[in-house]
């Protein structure tokens, strides 16, 4: 019997990240943070000091990426890189390896293996077109670019970095083009997906709009 998968895919700051983890929180369900592991990449990437079109060289460190994912700690070899990765110059790094097809295939096992009793919320890209394509529930989440900028700030400002508005407007214009153009696993909503629009919605409200979707599935 398969492990029952919700995926929610969505542009980044759309707030997916933290629905996704309370959904799982309500079912007892596995997490997987997707753009986690493309930011751990981008991450090895900078400090091996490749350049971020090198590709064969990128998609080698994919495919043997020393991360751990313990509780909400996340480890790239020994450290612990939780914080680290979250910084507005590592996601605008993992979304230029993010084109990358052979980066995407090499972590197409890795995302797989987070299947496991007694199931598994996915958040990402393409966690409904590609990696989870028969997942029970696929839900699409997005947000106006500006309720996705504010977000984005508040959460950089909680986490101890500085942030500027335009300038977050700017960068998610510019990787919300890059997720959708590319021509390996684009952005876009899967067939059937439920779409959510979390512009006006609390989490609480998103939690529950998913939580239902996925009662419906039960
Ligand atoms: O979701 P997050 O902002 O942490 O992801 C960082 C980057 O990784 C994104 O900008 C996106 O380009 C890429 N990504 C992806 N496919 C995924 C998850 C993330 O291309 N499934």
Do not use: W
């Amino acid at each position: 019997m398969t492990n029952p998968t919700i995926t929610i895919d969505g542009p980044t700051a759309s707030g997916k990240g933290t629905v996704a983890q309370l959904v799982a929180k309500a079912l007892g369900f596995h997490y997987l943070d997707s753009g986690a592991l493309y930011r751990l990449t981008a991450l090895s990437a900078l400090r091996h000091q490749l350049a971020l079109d090198d590709e064969a060289a990128i998609a080698q460190l994919a495919l043997n990426l020393p991360c751990r994912f313990v509780g909400e700690q996340i480890f790239l070899e020994q450290e612990e890189v939780g914080n680290i990765i979250r910084a507005e110059e590592i996601g605008n790094a993992a979304s230029k390896i993010a084109v990358l097809p052979a980066v995407r295939a090499a972590l197409l096992q890795l995302q797989k293996n987070f299947s496991a009793p007694p199931g598994l919320v996915a958040d990402g890209r393409d966690m409904g077109t590609v990696i989870f394509p028969d997942a029970e529930v696929k839900i699409y989440l997005t947000a106006s670019v500006a309720a996705r900028a504010e977000r984005r700030f508040k959460q950089l400002i909680s986490k101890g970095f500085s942030a500027n508005i335009q300038d977050l407007l700017q960068d998610l214009t510019e990787r919300d083009a890059r997720d959708l153009n590319r021509s390996t696993a684009p952005l876009k909503p899967a067939e059937g997906a439920f779409m959510l629009d979390t512009s006006d919605l609390t989490i609480q409200q998103a939690v529950e709009l998913v939580l239902k979707q996925y009662e419906q599935y039960v």
